[in-house]
């Protein structure tokens, strides 16, 4: 946790404040993660793509089809937040990986949930949410290299808004993603 809250942190603060308010934010990062960390069956995935041999954290991802009333998202499916690489292993295609990887819970999630559903017709009582085969996310207009890579995987724009606290223009991009069959989908480790 510690690492990817340097991670977090160094990503979407650290050029914004100064050294004692970085200090503070990342403990809040790290405090955050810690609360949220997802729980068995949550829908809700913290993905880390990590080095085994050096034992560190390369870079993180969160992916969330917990359906929240307080949350103001302008979404209506799975949300993909808090893509962060390490500095030092930018480049690498890690992003591009994490990103595949929501992609594919996503797409498990909405699986399970369709089995549900065909289930619920045959008389049983499944209690699920409603998990929608696309994946939204956010993004500041001012990450160029974000937008870029996202639109190169298939994101498209479909809402923008200004954040009330710093007044930046974030877009809300979706990604339909398209059915297939999860037994033929790599599981493998991110990075080895």
Not at 123 to 151: F, H, M, W
Request: some cysteine.
């Amino acid at each position: 946790m510690g690492r990817a809250s340097k991670i977090l942190s160094d990503g979407f603060i650290k050029n914004k404040t100064n050294f004692f308010t970085y200090q503070f934010e990342r403990l809040q990062t790290y405090l955050s993660l810690e609360s949220t960390f997802p729980k068995p069956n949550s829908y809700h995935e913290i993905f880390v793509a990590c080095c085994t041999q050096q034992g560190t954290v390369w870079g993180m991802v969160e992916v969330d089809a917990r359906m929240k009333s307080d949350r103001n998202t302008a979404r209506d499916g799975p949300y993909m937040c808090n893509l962060a690489v390490d500095y030092q292993r930018q480049r690498l295609g890690i992003a591009t990986a994490l990103v595949e990887q929501c992609e594919r819970q996503v797409r498990e999630w909405h699986e399970e949930h369709r089995r549900r559903r065909i289930q619920q017709t045959s008389g049983e009582d499944p209690t699920s949410i409603q998990v929608s085969n696309t994946l939204c996310l956010k993004v500041r207009t001012s990450n160029l290299a974000a937008i870029q890579l996202y639109t190169k995987l298939g994101y498209q724009s479909v809402f923008e808004e200004t954040e009330e606290k710093t007044g930046e223009t974030v877009l809300l991009m979706r990604k339909e993603l398209l059915d297939c069959d999860l037994s033929q989908v790599n599981n493998e480790p991110l990075i080895d």
